[in-house]
Nanobody
Framework: QVQLVESGGGSVQAGGSLRLSCVAS????????MGWFRQAPGKERECVAA????????YYADDVKGRFTISRDNAKNTVYLQMNSLKPEDTAIYYC??????????????WGQGTQVTVSS
């Protein structure tokens, strides 16, 4: 069992930056692939970034490539999402998710509660 808690959301103007953090409780964090998802009002949830359990593979959605960076610190049981050059269309609730021993999974087993990101123009 893994519990995930996100933090770091907030309100920022377009062009600004935020860093989201997701702390995992439980053992063997290093054995979990981690993903960041977002869901805007009226839209489906989408994966914006993911990192494999080994850290050797990453995935980014096309509209965040070059702006967002996912990283993990296994010693701190934490995965980060650095978001730069934010746009109003990045406004959403951001969730982190985990799946055991996966590379870049298409489904996840554990989810956090989410953190709101609001980007104003």
């Amino acid at each position: 069992q893994v519990q995930l808690v996100e933090s770091g959301g907030g309100s920022v103007q377009a062009g600004g930056s935020l860093r989201l953090s997701c702390v995992a409780s439980g053992r063997a964090f290093s054995m979990y692939a981690m993903g960041w998802f977002r869901q805007a009002p009226g839209k489906e949830r989408e994966c914006v970034a993911a990192v494999s359990w080994s850290g050797g593979r990453t995935y980014y959605a096309d509209d965040v490539k070059g702006r967002f960076t996912i990283s993990r610190d296994n010693a701190k049981n934490t995965v980060y999402l650095q978001m730069n050059s934010l746009k109003p269309e990045d406004t959403a609730i951001y969730y982190c998710a985990a799946r055991y021993l996966a590379v870049i999974p298409d489904r996840y087993d554990y989810w956090g509660q989410g953190t709101q990101v609001t980007v104003s123009s």
